[in-house]
C-alpha cells in the first residue's frame, strides 16, 4: 500500500482538490486490491493495516470497523472488531461493545439508513441527540466520519474516523466516495465469514462421522456417557458452551433434561446443572414449543415473546444469549431434542447446521433406544433365571417333602372339643386372611406346624407351597446360606448358587420353626427381612426383596431368653404380632 503520511488533505485550495481525489481513489483501488487477493486468514490485519492509512489520510486520531452482533442481525450490539490509533492516543475500553440502538437512537437511525456523514461536533448533533452527545464529549470528539458497510443491503456496521485533538477541513467529494470504504471492507468481512462457516461446516462433518463411528459397538451401559462426549464434540466444533439432550418422557407426559454437558471454559461457579429437570413444569413456554416438534432458535434474548418471561429469567441468570433447539425422531416417534447454548455472547444459526444436527439427534436416539431394549431384554433373561432357580429350589424342596405326604390341613381335620382348643382355631381363622406375622408357643408335640400348615391353606398365599424350617436342625455355619441364600464361591465349598428359603416362599408363607435356636448373629438380618423386606445372599452385595408371611413357632420362653440375651427383644415383637398359645 502507498505511503500517503506526506498527503493529509487540505482541502480548501481548487488546485488541490483533484490531487487529492486521486490518491484518494488509488488508495480506494489498492485497498480493495489487497483484500480481494490475500488469503481470509490475512483480512483482519490488512484492514486494520488500511484504517492507519486511512486515519492518517484523513488527519483523524482514531479509526474503527464496528459491527453489529450476529453478523449484522442484532442491531442492539455494536463490537469495535477492528481499530487503530494514532501516536498518543489511548484507546477507550468503553467503546469496544455497546448497546447502541438503546444507547444512541439518533446515530442508529442515520446508519440504519446507510448513509455516510459528517459531524462537526457540537454544533451538527440536533436536539433529540442527548445521548450522543454527552457520549461524544465525554470521549474528547471534535469530528467524526461515519461509512456505513451493507452487504446485500443490510447495514452489518460502519467504519468511523475520530478527530480528537483538532478539527480538520474534509472535502465533500472526497467524503462522498468514502462509502466505497464500506462497501470493500464489508466485502471482506463477509468473504472472510463464508470462508469461516465453510471450515466450519467441514469440521462440523468430521465431528458427526467421529460421533456416528462412536457410538458402533457401544455397549448398552455406555450409551449415556458417550451422548455426554459427543455433546462435547458438536459443543468444542460450534464453539458452544452448554449442550443439553431434552427427552419426552412418554408415561409422564413431560419432557425432561437427561444428558449434559458443560464448557471446562465456564468455571464451576458459572456452570448450570439441569439434568432431570422437568421443562414442562418449570419453563412451560417451552414446553409448548418443543410439543410442536420444530427447530427452535433463539439468537438474541430479544427473539423470546413476552410470555417467556421465565425462560429469559433463565437465560439472564446463567449468562446465556443464543439457544437452539433440534427435534430428533426415529421414524413417526419424537423422542427429543438437541439443545446447544452460548454462554455472554451471540451466535446466529446457519440453515445447513440444522439437518446435520438432526442427524447427530437420530444417532443418539438410535442409541437410546438400543439401551432401552437391552436393558429390558437383560431384566426379561434376569427374571426367567430368578424364576428358574426358584422352580428348581421349589422342586428340590418338594420331593423332600413329598415323603411326609398328606390330606391338607384343614381346621375340620384338627379333632378336639375342649375349650382352649376352640379358642386356639377361632384365632387361627381369624388371622388366616390377613398377612399378619404369628408367633406359635407351646410344648414341643402340640401341633405348632399343623397349625401353621392350616393358617396358609387358609390364607389367599395357599397357592403356592408352605416352607418349612427347623432352625433348630440347621448347623450354624449353614443356616445363613439356608435362609437366604449364597453366591458361588462365597465361602470354601459353596460350588454353585444356592436360593435360600426366603427367595423359594417369595409370594408364599414362611414356617420358622424352633426360632429360639436362631442364632444371634443371624437375628438382626431376619430382623431386617420382617422391617423392609429386604436382604442380601451370602457373598452378593445386591438386595434382594421379597414378599413372605413369616408364622414362627417355639417351645421355649422368648421373655426368659430375652432376659439372658440369647433373643433379640425388638425381633420378639417383630414375631408377636399375633401370639396364638
Not at 452482533?69 to 492516543?89: E, M
Not at 418471561?309 to 443464543?322: D, F, L, M, T
Not at 423332600?400 to 405326604?405: A, H, L, P
Request: proline share 3%.
Amino acid at each position: 500500500m502507498r505511503d500517503l503520511d506526506r498527503h493529509r488533505p487540505d482541502f480548501d485550495g481548487e488546485d488541490s482538490d483533484c490531487a487529492e481525489r486521486l490518491r484518494f481513489e488509488e488508495f480506494l483501488c489498492d485497498l480493495s486490491t489487497r483484500l480481494l487477493n490475500i488469503p481470509v486468514t490475512q483480512i483482519d490485519g490488512e484492514i486494520e493495516r488500511g484504517l492507519s492509512k486511512l486515519g492518517e489520510f484523513f488527519g483523524a486520531d482514531q479509526a474503527f470497523v464496528f459491527q453489529f452482533g450476529n453478523l449484522g442481525r442484532n442491531k442492539d450490539k455494536f463490537f469495535v472488531t477492528h481499530g487503530w490509533f494514532a501516536q498518543g492516543i489511548e484507546p477507550d475500553r468503553d467503546k469496544f461493545e455497546l448497546q447502541f440502538s438503546k444507547q444512541f437512537p439518533w446515530f442508529t437511525k442515520k446508519i440504519l439508513d446507510k448513509k455516510t456523514f459528517v459531524i462537526n461536533i457540537p454544533d451538527d448533533l440536533p436536539a433529540e441527540a442527548v445521548s450522543e452527545l454527552a457520549y461524544v464529549r465525554r470521549l474528547g470528539l471534535k469530528k467524526t466520519l461515519v461509512v456505513a458497510m451493507a452487504v446485500e443491503n443490510s447495514v452489518v456496521g460502519v467504519v468511523a474516523l475520530d478527530a480528537i485533538r483538532s478539527r480538520p477541513t474534509w472535502s465533500g467529494k472526497v467524503i462522498s466516495r468514502a462509502r466505497v470504504i464500506g462497501e470493500i471492507l464489508a466485502n471482506a468481512l463477509a468473504r472472510k465469514n463464508s470462508q469461516a462457516q465453510i471450515q466450519q461446516l467441514s469440521a462440523f462433518e468430521r465431528v458427526i462421522s467421529e460421533i456416528s463411528s462412536r457410538f458402533v459397538g457401544l455397549s448398552s451401559n455406555e450409551v449415556d456417557k458417550g451422548i455426554e462426549e459427543g455433546l462435547r464434540l458438536l459443543g468444542e466444533c460450534l464453539g458452544m458452551d452448554l449442550g443439553t439432550v431434552i427427552l419426552f418422557d412418554r408415561p409422564q407426559q413431560v419432557f425432561r433434561v437427561t444428558h449434559e454437558w458443560v464448557s471446562d471454559k465456564l468455571g464451576m461457579d458459572l456452570s448450570p446443572k439441569f439434568r432431570g429437570l422437568d421443562i414442562n413444569e418449570t419453563y412451560p413456554w417451552l414446553a409448548s414449543q418443543l410439543g410442536k416438534k420444530e427447530i427452535l432458535r433463539i439468537e438474541t434474548l430479544n427473539d423470546f415473546p413476552p410470555e417467556a418471561a421465565k425462560e429469559r429469567e433463565a437465560c439472564e441468570r446463567y449468562g446465556i444469549e443464543s439457544v437452539l433447539w433440534v427435534p430428533f425422531s426415529i421414524g413417526e416417534s419424537t423422542l427429543g431434542y438437541v439443545v446447544l447454548n452460548s454462554i455472554k455472547k451471540e451466535t446466529k444459526w446457519s440453515d445447513e447446521f440444522f439437518h446435520r444436527l438432526q442427524l447427530v439427534g437420530e444417532v443418539f436416539g438410535n442409541a437410546l433406544l438400543r439401551r432401552d431394549k437391552d436393558s429390558k431384554l437383560e431384566q426379561a433373561f434376569q427374571e426367567i433365571e430368578t424364576l428358574k432357580n426358584r422352580l428348581d429350589a421349589e422342586n428340590v424342596y418338594l420331593k423332600e417333602e413329598i415323603r411326609q405326604i398328606q390330606a391338607p390341613v384343614q381346621i375340620e381335620n384338627i379333632v378336639g372339643q375342649s375349650r382352649a382348643l376352640q379358642a386356639v382355631l377361632k384365632h387361627v381363622e381369624d388371622v388366616a386372611c390377613t398377612d399378619a406375622t404369628v408367633l406359635l408357643t407351646g410344648e414341643t408335640g402340640t401341633g405348632k406346624e399343623v397349625l401353621a400348615q392350616a393358617i396358609h391353606n387358609l390364607s389367599p398365599r395357599k397357592t403356592r407351597s408352605l416352607v418349612k424350617v427347623n432352625c433348630a436342625a440347621l448347623p450354624s455355619t449353614l443356616v445363613e446360606s439356608e435362609l437366604f441364600g449364597r453366591e458361588k464361591g462365597a465361602y470354601t465349598g459353596a460350588l454353585s448358587r444356592q436360593m435360600g428359603r426366603f427367595e423359594v416362599a417369595d409370594g408364599s408363607t414362611i414356617f420358622l420353626d424352633e426360632i429360639s435356636e436362631l442364632p444371634l448373629e443371624l437375628q438382626a438380618k431376619l430382623l431386617r427381612v420382617l422391617q423392609e423386606g429386604h436382604f442380601e445372599r451370602l457373598g452378593s452385595p445386591k438386595t434382594l426383596k421379597v414378599d413372605v408371611r413369616v408364622i414362627a413357632a417355639t417351645n421355649r420362653d422368648l421373655l426368659s431368653a430375652i432376659r439372658a440375651g440369647r433373643f433379640r427383644e425388638d425381633l420378639y415383637y417383630r414375631l408377636n404380632v399375633f401370639p396364638i398359645c
